[in-house]
C-alpha cells in the first residue's frame, strides 16, 4: 500500500468518524473546541509515515508560515505557549543584549490578573515582578500606573492582551520608548488581533520587542501542545533559538552538519581552538522544541486562521449586542480604542446593583450545560504559590490591585469559539439572561 492510498483511507476515516454532530438543546456548550478536518488528520498521519519526529520539513513551514502571516522575518516555535513565555522573557537576560540585560533582581512590570505563565518566567530568571493595577472594562493593564511603578532597576514590561482584547498598545509601548524597556506582548489570547497606532496597523505580538503565542487545543488555532515566539530583532531571534536549542551557538538545524562551513574553526571561551562548533553552547537552555507531527497539525490550522479569527469577531460582536440591555447589572466587555481584536472570550462582571452574586450566577449557567470560566489566576499574588514570597522583596505591588481584587470576586467568561453555531449563541444570551434575573 503506497502513501497516498493511506491518505485517502485517512480522508474516508474523517467523512465516517469525526464529522462534527449538531448542537441540540440542552447538549454541553463548552467554552473552547477544537475545530479541524481530513487535513489536519492527513498532515498528522503523513508527518508520522515520514517518522521524522522532531523538528523538520513541517516546522519549517509552519515558522515561515506563521511568521508571514503575522508580517515579522523571525518566528520560532515551541513545545508550549508558556514555554514560549519563558524563552521570551529569558532572552532577555542574555549577556549578548549588554546593558540592557535583565539581571537577577531587576524589576519587570506585569499584571496580577493574569494566567500564570505570564508571570512565572519573570520569577524564575530571577527578577522582580511589579504588580500595576488592571482597567474594567477592557479587563487590561491600566497605562496611568505605568509611571508610579517605575523604578531605577525597571528593565521590561510583559503583558497580555486579555482574553484578545488588545491592551493599550500605544501608551505602554510609548511608556517603554520613554524609559529605554523592552516590551514582551503574551499573544497566547489575542492571536490575529489589530492594533493602529501612527497610522499603522499591525498584528498583536509584533508591535513589542518579542510576541508569544500557544497552540493548546481551547486557543485559536492548536496543534495539541505548542507555541511560538516571534520578532522583528535578529538578536532577539538568535538568542530565542540558541535558548530553546539547549542553549548551542551552533545554528544548524536537527540532522544538519557544517551550514556555516567553519564547523572545526574557532574559538569559543576557553574550550581548545577548533572545538565542534555543534557543541558550543553560548547560553543555559532548554530543549522546547515541538515535534514535526505537531507542525504537521499547525501547517493545515493556519489556513483556517483568517477564518478562525473572523468567526469569533462575529461570535463576540454578537454576545455583545444581545446582552446590552443586561448593563444595568453586569458590565459587559468594551474593546480597547484603534484595535480589532482577535477575541478569546466574553467577560461579564456582577455590578452591585445586581441581586445575584458571580457564583451564583455561574452556578445556574453551569447547571444549564454552559462552561464558564474565571479571569484566570484572578489575583496572582493571593494564590498559595506565592504564599513563599515577601512583597518588597520577591515582588512588588504598585499602588492598589482593588480592580484586580474586583474582577477575582465578581467576573466571568464564556467562549466565543468558531464552532458555536447561532443556536448555541442564543442558547447562552437566554441562560445568561436567566441567571442574572
Not at 510609548?174 to 529605554?180: G, H, K, T, V, W
Not at 466565543?416 to 444570551?429: E, I, Q, S
Request: include cysteine.
Amino acid at each position: 500500500m503506497d502513501k497516498q492510498t493511506i491518505l485517502e483511507n485517512v480522508k474516508e476515516y474523517y467523512k465516517e468518524h469525526c464529522s462534527v454532530k449538531e448542537y441540540k438543546d440542552g447538549d454541553r456548550i463548552n467554552y473552547a473546541g477544537r475545530i479541524y478536518d481530513e487535513e489536519e488528520l492527513c498532515n498528522l498521519v503523513d508527518s508520522s509515515l515520514e517518522f521524522w519526529l522532531t523538528a523538520g520539513r513541517y516546522n519549517d513551514e509552519f515558522e515561515k508560515g506563521l511568521a508571514k502571516y503575522l508580517g515579522v522575518p523571525f518566528c520560532a516555535t515551541t513545545n508550549s505557549g508558556s514555554s514560549a513565555n519563558l524563552l521570551a522573557v529569558s532572552a532577555l537576560t542574555s549577556p549578548l543584549l549588554g546593558d540592557r540585560r535583565i539581571k537577577k533582581g531587576d524589576e519587570i512590570i506585569t499584571v496580577a490578573a493574569s494566567f500564570p505563565t505570564t508571570v512565572t518566567p519573570i520569577i524564575q530568571i530571577g527578577a522582580v515582578p511589579v504588580f500595576v493595577d488592571i482597567d474594567v472594562p477592557s479587563y487590561n493593564i491600566d497605562p496611568s500606573k505605568l509611571d508610579g511603578a517605575l523604578s531605577d532597576k525597571t528593565k521590561a514590561v510583559v503583558i497580555a492582551h486579555s482574553l484578545g482584547n488588545v491592551f493599550n498598545l500605544k501608551a505602554v509601548k510609548e511608556f517603554c520608548d520613554a524609559n529605554n524597556l523592552w516590551l514582551v506582548e503574551d499573544n497566547c489570547d489575542a492571536l490575529g488581533g489589530e492594533y493602529t497606532m501612527n497610522g499603522v496597523t499591525a498584528k498583536t505580538g509584533t508591535i513589542g520587542d518579542i510576541g508569544t503565542s500557544s497552540f493548546y487545543p481551547a486557543h485559536h488555532m492548536t496543534m495539541g501542545e505548542g507555541g511560538a515566539v516571534y520578532t522583528k530583532n535578529p538578536l532577539l531571534n538568535k538568542i530565542v533559538r540558541s535558548l530553546r536549542d539547549w542553549g548551542r551557538d551552533c545554528v544548524c538545524t536537527g540532522g544538519q552538519d557544517n551550514r556555516c562551513g567553519k564547523r572545526f574553526e574557532g574559538q569559543y571561551g576557553e574550550l581548545p581552538y577548533g572545538y565542534d562548533h555543534k557543541y558550543v553552547y553560548s547560553h543555559l537552555g532548554y530543549n522546547l522544541k515541538i515535534t514535526d507531527m505537531q507542525a504537521a497539525i499547525g501547517c493545515a490550522q493556519l489556513k483556517k486562521l483568517p477564518s478562525f479569527v473572523e468567526k469569533r469577531r462575529y461570535n463576540w460582536d454578537y454576545m455583545r449586542d444581545a446582552l446590552k440591555d443586561l448593563e444595568d447589572v453586569l458590565i459587559l466587555p468594551e474593546k480597547e480604542e484603534n484595535s480589532n481584536p482577535s477575541w478569546f472570550g466574553f467577560i461579564m462582571s456582577v455590578k452591585e446593583s445586581c441581586k445575584k452574586t458571580r457564583d451564583e450566577i455561574v452556578d445556574y449557567i453551569e447547571n444549564n450545560n454552559i462552561q464558564t470560566r474565571n479571569l484566570f489566576a484572578g489575583n496572582i499574588v493571593r494564590h498559595p504559590c506565592f504564599t513563599s514570597l515577601e512583597n518588597g522583596k520577591d515582588y512588588r505591588i504598585a499602588g492598589g490591585l482593588e480592580k484586580t481584587d474586583f474582577v477575582m470576586k465578581n467576573s466571568f467568561w464564556i467562549g466565543v469559539y468558531p464552532g458555536m453555531t447561532k443556536a448555541m449563541l442564543d442558547k447562552m444570551v437566554t441562560v445568561i439572561k436567566e441567571s442574572v434575573k
